[in-house]
């Protein structure tokens, strides 16, 4: 089986955003939402000494998805090959992984009400061509591949070290990887750092709360019910009409 | 009260709260009201009924199996492979589902609007109201399941006993609730935030009807005594023992408006009990009621 992964170059990157736009285009986002990024953060430290950083992001397509958990129809899933996809069909746009999502990577789509985000281009990369980003990067910064397999680029250059956005509170095993040797990607950890899951209040209730309280109370509707019963088969039928 | 519902004076009885419960019957009582009936729900009701019945038991069936988020789940994971395995995937589901709710709150709508005046008023005051007889009844139920108080001294209930009345009054509020939240979550009316308090109200208020469902299919399908109230679902007509014992002071009711009519019938069929002869100031007891000739003149 594979594990698709990709590997962004920040030595590379030039902050065209053709990616993005790619994106934009193939998939019909509306402005102002994205399934894909490439932020520009300020101008950092004082000439000579200056640096401009980007933040390419996009969905981590994470090993442990919190946005998998969250949802409550099964609507968002992982592929076996490792794609984190959504099902429109199931959706109800109810937003649980949007607020689960570490990345920011989710938004709901006005045209449909439905959640959407980056699937890695799976209509493409089915029928043996790139992701629509990658195959647009005038600069080769965008390197897409499986990681299963030890001779694709992307295992190499993950092996030579290329770092996934994880904090010490929240790791879930992304799998886009980024290689930088400017010490530029420290920059973008510290603007960009993944967010805590987050579960709503309704939800938590829903989980901490109600459901016991709703297994108690039908639990015992059907002990008692039970009772009634054996009580009944206990006593017999009786043949005179009250 | 320590009278016997013979020995009441004519002030009492005018006075359904302080109305006791039945009293024992003879055989020969018994014989005669049983091998009567009395009308307890019309064709609508009915119809309503297994409507209702029929759209709760496919939205529970499939609501249930579309809620497959571990935190949030309330079924087994074989039942939800179970239904996805019945629909083919679960995007169909969630579209029977909603479809569903669509024709179920139709059907409520059509019962609302057009049978407003005969049929939802009168649901709402007689069926959703407890009156002072019904909160005795609570204590009262509590002491006779401990067998500390006979059948014949519980409080007289109408149409529906009081536990049937508390039941109709959550099935009421959430089935409001379920007509709110439901489009809400299908046509995504309002912010994420809204969609999200929708499911938990709409979780809560399935719950609460589907806890109680079990005791009410027990009483009407298993349990004895009740069980002319499971066939009066399909006829629409109970026997007058059973309405006498578990409804008393709507089976009251009923004898003394057809007392005013057919006293002479009910006399030769042997059904004038004690009880109707205690109400002789009839008009006193019925203040609303007109009668009216062939011709359309008010008496």
């Known amino acids: 089986m594979s594990k698709y992964a990709m590997v962004i170059d920040m030595d590379r990157c030039v902050s065209c955003h053709a990616c993005e736009v790619a994106c934009r285009s193939h998939y019909d986002v509306p402005v102002p939402y994205y399934r894909n990024w490439v932020h520009q953060l300020r101008p950092e430290g004082v000439y000579p000494d200056i640096k401009k950083v980007s933040y390419v992001g996009l969905c981590n397509h994470c090993d442990d ?50 959640v959407d985000k980056c699937d890695f281009c799976v209509d493409r990369i089915t029928h043996g061509e790139e992701p629509a980003c ?109 | 009260m320590g009278l016997s519902t013979s020995k009441l004076n004519e002030d009492i009885i005018l006075d359904h709260d302080l109305l006791k419960s ?10 005669i009201l049983a091998n009567r009936v009395m009308k307890k ?40 492979d179970m239904m996805e395995g019945i629909f083919g995937n679960k995007g169909a589901m969630l579209h029977f589902h909603i479809a569903v709710g669509i024709f179920w709150v139709l059907t409520l709508l059509l019962y609302g609007v057009f049978g407003f005046k005969n049929y939802l008023l009168d649901f709402i005051k007689h069926d959703l ?22 059948n014949y001294n519980m409080p007289a209930q109408g149409t529906y006993n009081a536990g049937q009345k508390a039941y109709a009054v959550i099935v009421a509020i959430s089935t409001i609730a379920l007509i709110i939240t439901g489009p809400v979550m299908a046509f995504h009316i309002g912010s994420i935030t809204v969609i999200q308090w929708a499911m938990m109200i709409h979780f809560v208020a399935t719950m609460s009807v589907f806890t109680g469902v079990f005791v009410h299919v027990y009483m009407a399908a298993l349990f004895p005594e009740e069980r002319p109230a499971f066939f009066s679902m399909i006829t629409g007509k109970v026997n007058e023992l059973y309405a006498y014992l578990h409804h008393y002071k709507w089976w009251k009711e009923i004898k003394n408006e057809e007392h005013l009519f057919f006293k002479e019938e009910l006399q030769k069929d042997g059904i004038l009990l004690p009880e109707l002869e205690e109400c002789k100031n009839i008009k006193d007891h019925i203040v609303s009621a007109k009668v009216y000739n062939l011709e359309g003149e008010q008496l």
Request: hydrophobic fraction near 40%; include cysteine; charge should be neutral.
């Open chain 2, 22 to 31: 039945h009293r024992r019957l003879t055989f020969e009582e018994k014989r």
């Open chain 1, 134 to 242: 990658v195959a647009t990067c005038i600069a080769g910064a965008r390197i897409f591949g499986d990681l299963d397999d030890p001779k694709s680029s992307v295992s190499k250059l993950v092996a030579s070290g290329a770092e996934q956005n994880v904090s010490d509170e929240v790791n879930v095993g992304p799998n886009i990887y980024y290689l930088d040797s400017h010490n530029d990607f420290p920059v973008v950890k510290a603007a960009f750092p993944p967010k805590v899951p987050h579960t709503p209040t309704p939800q938590s209730m829903w989980s901490k709360v109600l459901r016991p309280l709703f297994w108690l109370a039908i639990g015992g509707t059907f002990l008692g019910q039970f009772a009634a019963f054996a009580a009944q088969l206990i006593k017999g039928e009786s043949e005179v009409k009250e």
């Open chain 2, 129 to 150: 109201t407890l009156d002072k007889d019904d909160i005795r009844w609570f204590p009262a139920k509590v002491k006779n399941l401990m067998g500390k108080l006979s």
């Open chain 1, 65 to 114: 998805a919190p946005c998998v958990k969250a949802c409550p129809t099964g609507a968002t899933y992982k592929r076996e090959d490792g794609i984190v996809v959504v099902d429109k069909n199931l959706c109800i746009g109810c937003g649980l992984c949007i607020d689960a999502c570490p990345y920011g990577a989710r938004y709901i789509n006005p045209d449909n009400e439905k």
């Open chain 2, 41 to 80: 729900h019309g064709v609508a009701g009915v119809t309503l009924h297994w409507v209702n019945a029929i759209s709760w038991f496919l939205l529970i069936a499939t609501g249930v199996a579309l809620l497959s988020a571990t935190y949030l789940k309330f079924a087994p994971d074989w039942y939800l």
